[in-house]
T-cell receptor, first 113, second 111 residues
Framework: GAGVSQSPSNKVTEKGKDVELRCDPISGHTALYWYRQSLGQGLEFLIYFQGNSAPDKSGLPSDRFSAERTGGSVSTLTIQRTQQEDSAVYLCASSSGGLSPLHFGNGTRLTVT | RKEVEQDPGPFNVPEGATVAFNCTYS??????FFWYRQDCRKEPKLLMSVYSSGNEDGRFTAQLNRASQYISLLIRDSKLSDSATYLCVVNTDRGSYIPTFGRGTSLIVHP
């Protein structure tokens, strides 16, 4: 079946602009995660959605970052007033919930110039 | 102490060799464990789950040692295509389920 789909694959933006990154999880998966990975670094947790519960936003690095998940499916990660340090690969993953393994999308490579 | 720690390597081994990686975790209440593989500039992909009894998938064997709080991955008969970074992942029920990823161990298999 279809895996996790992310768009765009690549995004180049100017410092100070807002960007929106989209994630379409595996059908039926109730949990959705956003991570980011800077070059040569590990995965950094950003935000977690589980069903209709309030999201766990504990990993968001600043108030410029926000995310929503509409209808328990598609999620959008928004970064306002982008900074150069926001340049990274943003990875979305979904799972069937609980302690189940995550399945990742191909990621969005964000470059802030 | 980091929640999940791995030796970054690189482990440089010839084809056909057997290689093993360890990963330690700090939270004794951790409940699920996985190994992921990540190729350069690609997303992480699930390699295998790790069970208390140990489990094997072809050339790959994973073990969990709860008493010493580490998991291991053994790769037998290494192939060139095994070259990648191997990520250790630990998940704990803290009211929410947020897996913690290790920084990864780099494996290079050479001819």
């Amino acid at each position: 079946g279809a895996g996790v789909s992310q768009s765009p694959s690549n995004k180049v933006t100017e410092k100070g602009k807002d960007v929106e990154l989209r994630c379409d999880p595996i059908s039926g998966h109730t949990a959705l995660y956003w991570y980011r990975q800077s070059l040569g670094q590990g995965l950094e947790f950003l935000i977690y959605f589980q069903g209709n519960s309030a999201p766990d936003k504990s990993g968001l690095p600043s108030d410029r970052f926000s995310a929503e998940r509409t209808g328990g499916s598609v999620s959008t990660l928004t970064i306002q007033r982008t900074q150069q340090e926001d340049s990274a690969v943003y990875l979305c993953a979904s799972s069937s919930g609980g302690l189940s393994p995550l399945h990742f999308g191909n990621g969005t490579r964000l470059t802030v110039t | 102490r980091k929640e999940v720690e791995q030796d970054p390597g690189p482990f440089n081994v010839p084809e056909g060799a057997t290689v093993a990686f360890n990963c330690t975790y700090s939270n004794s209440a951790s409940q699920s464990f996985f190994w992921y593989r990540q190729d350069c500039r690609k997303e992480p992909k699930l390699l295998m789950s790790v069970y208390s009894s140990g489990n094997e998938d072809g050339r790959f064997t994973a073990q969990l040692n709860r008493a010493s709080q580490y998991i291991s991955l053994l790769i037998r008969d290494s192939k060139l295509s095994d070259s990648a970074t191997y990520l250790c992942v630990v998940n704990t029920d803290r009211g929410s389920y947020i897996p913690t990823f290790g920084r990864g161990t780099s494996l290079i298999v050479h001819p």
